[in-house]
């Protein structure tokens, strides 16, 4: 009996022995992304001075005038910081309306296909284009949206005229809403796609009992299953409400659009880069940034408060 107790207890130490090393081990594989988190994401933030600053680079972040709130005040008495920030929101908020619509809809259907192989090859085929850069797909479409491109040749054989949808104030919003849904609403339904498979069957089966057809199980089984997740997805896009694409809108867009076009990033890449205005264009994305956590945190409550659901 003696025998078989320290034989317990050696075994006992030896398997809290075994356990010691794995776990600083699973924190030393945590150091290196911890440290460039800290030195790409938390030092440069201290660079927001910047926007409270009269900066120059040659003086430095300590060494330039500080002038308060100066930038902010010279942005929103300009004429156009209204309608570049309308021209952000609006956009934003097509692309986020119609991408997650896009993406439920298109797993929705996915999911009632019930050829494997198919399966595969059309999700495959259709969150692809997400890893393409927006210079690529830009330089496509610029050529396929020309008055003389594919498209306007394919609405020509209709009897309609040839539009200009990159160059028409009135059309490139809508053109840049659709180009970003196409580009990933596939990669987007990979997510529903996840939270559509972790229902239950039985859910499935209880509804088919009750006499619900595809339809109905689709619209009070599977709706419901992924409505956590499309809040999660909700609320951090929210985040990034003033976030409308920059690489898409920089390649895609022309002075000929600016009053629709010229949203808030390409605002600041023209007076920041171009112009040398730091400190104005600090104090922009600054106020960009402050804007996309009060939505956030306003839309984290809303979902924990109206839909028992909590983000953050």
């Known amino acids: 009996m003696r025998a078989n107790t320290l034989d317990a207890r050696a075994a006992a130490k030896g398997a809290a022995a075994g356990r010691r090393p794995s776990d600083w081990r699973l924190y030393a594989m945590l150091a290196a992304p911890a440290i460039i988190v800290f030195i790409f994401s938390y030092i440069p933030i201290g660079g927001v001075l910047i926007a409270f600053q009269n900066y120059s680079p040659d003086k430095g972040v300590l060494g330039?005038?500080?002038?308060?709130?100066?930038?902010?005040r010279v942005f929103f008495a300009m004429p156009d910081s209204a309608r570049i920030v309308a021209?952000?929101?609006?956009?934003?908020v097509g692309k986020i309306a119609c991408s997650q619509l896009a993406s439920v809809v298109f797993a929705l259907l996915l999911n009632?296909?019930?050829?494997a192989a198919y399966k595969r090859s059309l999700q495959t085929i259709t969150y692809f284009p997400h890893f393409l850069s927006w210079v690529i797909i830009g330089t496509v479409f610029i050529d396929m949206l020309s008055t003389r491109g594919l498209v306007n040749q394919i609405l020509g054989a209709f009897g309609t005229a040839p539009k200009?949808?990159?160059g028409d104030p009135r059309l490139f919003q809508p053109t840049a809403v659709l180009l970003e849904t196409?580009?990933?609403f596939g990669w987007g339904a990979i997510m529903y796609l996840a939270a559509i498979s972790n229902i239950s069957p039985d859910l499935y089966e209880a509804a088919t009992i009750d006499g619900a057809g595809r339809l109905k199980q689709a619209l009070h089984v599977t709706l419901p299953g992924i409505r956590g997740i499309a809040l999660m997805l909700a609320v951090l896009a929210l985040g990034g409400i003033l976030n409308a694409g920059f690489e898409q809108i920089l390649v895609?867009?022309?002075?000929?659009?600016y009053e629709t076009g010229d949203?808030?990033?390409?605002?600041i890449y023209r007076y920041g880069l171009l112009?040398?205005?730091f400190s104005m264009s600090a104090a922009i994305g600054l106020f960009k940034s402050l804007i996309g956590l009060a939505l956030m945190l306003a839309a984290n409550w809303a979902a924990a408060r109206f839909s028992d659901y909590r983000v953050l």
């Open 182 to 184: 196409w580009k990933e």
């Open 164 to 166: 200009f949808f990159l």
């Open 263 to 267: 949203i808030v990033d390409t605002f």
């Open 87 to 92: 021209n952000t929101v609006a956009i934003a």
């Open 112 to 115: 009632e296909v019930r050829g």
């Open 64 to 72: 330039s005038e500080f002038v308060g709130l100066k930038w902010f």
């Open 275 to 277: 112009d040398a205005q």
């Open 252 to 257: 895609l867009y022309n002075p000929s659009v």
